[in-house]
């Protein structure tokens, strides 16, 4: 099952841009001033990076999947602060719910220490914007706030393909726009 499911997520990986192609966008369209939540307090979704290229990604405490792969996630964001590509991985939760209950579900439930996620303070407008076909739902951003595509579903965080395209792009060596 395990190998099946890292051949669908290479497929995807492969195809994404052409099956899920998003329109284009700029750090300074207005969908990045929607405002996200952490424990610091509001801030604009355009504060929330540091530079780009960048992922933004949401997801749900509802959903069983997003669930599976939190921790993977969180592993995920440890070697990109590593590699000091914080801030370029953007996780946001599109929960109608306080955001101490959020925060409380990845520590308490799924003891997830060191993740950091977002919550969006206008979720319709949130998923509106960016187009949240899925949960979960990662989306590419290059260096400019350009939408390069998504992806909707799961994926395997921990599979050195997928972290090697996706820390790929962080560093901006076009691994995601060239399909490389």
């Known amino acids: 099952m395990r190998a099946h499911k890292f051949f669908l997520t290479s497929l995807i990986l492969a195809v994404w841009a ?66 000091g590509l914080d801030g370029q991985f953007v996780v946001v939760a599109l929960e109608d719910a306080p955001y101490g209950r959020i925060q409380s579900f990845l520590q308490d439930r799924l003891e997830l220490e060191r993740f950091t996620s977002y919550q969006a303070v206008d979720m319709q407008a949130v998923g509106t914007a960016f ?35 996706f820390i790929g792009h962080l560093q901006g060596k076009g691994t995601i726009a060239s399909g490389n």
């Open 18 to 83: 052409f099956v899920s192609p998003v329109s284009a966008a700029s750090f300074e369209d207005p969908k990045y001033s929607l405002e996200v939540k952490d424990e610091a307090g509001t801030k604009t979704l355009r504060d929330a990076f540091t530079k780009g290229p960048a992922i933004l990604h949401f997801w749900a405490t509802w959903c069983p999947n997003c669930r599976v792969e939190l921790p993977a996630m969180e592993r995920f964001e440890d070697e990109l602060k590593a590699q």
């Open 131 to 165: 187009q949240v076909a899925a949960m979960p739902y990662t989306l590419f951003i290059d260096e400019n706030g350009d939408m390069l595509g998504g992806i909707p579903g799961s994926l395997e965080w921990d599979a050195p393909q997928i972290q090697e395209t």
